[in-house]
């Protein structure tokens, strides 16, 4: 084939519908860190170290984790720093079916043109027996892991906020 590989494949990172996701925690190169979860599909999102959720940041940082694309593909084995995105934060999705999403994102360099890139792994707790589950991650990780994907900022603003920002103001 004469064409590139991000000209063809398929571009979705993440598929994941609103309901599955258990905790989000968002680490970031500075500031505090953020971590909202909830005990059940049914419950309520508590926001760690206190304070009310904002619920509107939250429900963007949902629709974003759920169906996250990329641009194109980085070269094999290259870094965020390497790119000249040295400000990282990581991103750790915790589903109900316990698969875990880790993502990490290198920042554009304020006043710098450019995308954002990213990694991304899956894992699955060892308790889990469920074959299909294991074929996911398994995939996910075939095709994702160790490679550099290039992702618009409007698609990782909402992992990049700050932990000011997920707290309702009063």
């Known amino acids: 084939l004469d064409a ?3 000209e063809w494949l398929e571009h979705g990172l993440l598929q994941i519908e609103r309901e ?3 905790a989000i925690r968002l680490v970031h190169a500075s500031g505090p860190s953020v971590e909202i979860s909830r005990p059940d599909k049914d419950g309520a999102w508590v926001l760690a170290g206190g304070g009310q959720v904002n619920s509107a940041a939250l429900e963007e940082l949902l629709r974003q984790a759920g169906k996250l694309d990329f641009v ?3 070269d094999p084995g290259a870094t965020p720093a390497a790119l000249g995105r040295a400000k990282v934060t990581r991103v750790e999705l915790e589903l109900f079916d316990k698969r875990i999403y880790r993502l990490t994102i ?3 360099t304020p006043g710098k043109e450019g995308n954002n890139f990213a990694t ?3 894992a699955l707790d ?3 027996t469920d074959e299909a589950l294991r074929k ?3 995939e996910f990780n075939q095709r994702f892991k160790n490679r550099m994907l290039a992702v618009y900022d409007f698609e990782v603003k909402p992992f990049l906020m700050a932990r000011k920002d997920y707290v309702q103001a009063k």
């Open 136 to 138: 996911t991650v398994d």
């Open 120 to 122: 991304a792994e899956a």
């Open 20 to 22: 599955q996701f258990k």
């Open 4 to 6: 590139k590989a991000e």
């Open 72 to 74: 194109k593909l980085g």
């Open 126 to 128: 060892s308790s889990v």
């Open 106 to 108: 290198g920042e554009v």
